[in-house]
C-alpha cells in the first residue's frame, strides 16, 4: 500500500489541526491502522489506533483531545487534533500494514 500523509502545519496553542493519509487501496477493513509521532529527541510513540471494528484506542496524553477516523470511500486515516499544545509538537507518521506514510510536521506555538 502506498501512503501520502498531509495536513500538518504550524498551529497556535490551543487551536486544531486535522491530519489525513490517504492509502492506495481500501483500508476500511484492516486491523491496527494508526497514527504515530516522533518529537524532537524522542522515540517515535503510537498516538491512536483504529481496528476494523472501528475499536480505537489513543495515548493517554492525547485522550479526549484527538479523534481517529477512517473514511471507506476516500481510503483515508484521518487524525483531528483539538486543543493542542507544545508538547504535541512532533512529525506525525501513518502506518498501514506495515508501511510508514512519509510524515507530516506539526508544530504547536506557545
Known amino acids: 500500500v502506498q501512503l501520502q500523509a498531509s495536513g500538518g502545519g504550524l498551529v497556535q496553542a490551543g487551536g486544531s489541526l486535522r491530519l489525513s493519509c490517504a492509502a492506495s487501496?481500501?483500508?476500511?477493513?484492516?486491523?491496527?491502522i494508526g497514527w504515530y509521532r516522533q518529537a524532537p529527541g524522542k522515540e517515535r510513540e503510537l498516538v491512536a489506533d483504529?481496528?476494523?471494528?472501528?475499536?480505537?484506542k489513543y495515548a493517554e496524553s492525547v485522550k479526549g483531545r484527538f479523534t481517529i477516523s477512517r473514511n471507506g470511500l476516500k481510503n483515508t486515516l484521518n487524525l483531528q487534533m483539538n486543543s493542542l499544545t507544545s508538547d504535541d509538537t512532533a512529525v506525525y507518521y501513518c502506518?498501514?500494514?506495515?508501511?510508514w506514510g512519509q510524515g507530516t510536521l506539526v508544530t504547536v506555538s506557545s
Open positions: 487501496r481500501n483500508i476500511f477493513s484492516l486491523n491496527h
Open positions: 502506518l498501514i500494514e506495515s508501511q
Open positions: 483504529i481496528t476494523g471494528l472501528g475499536i480505537t
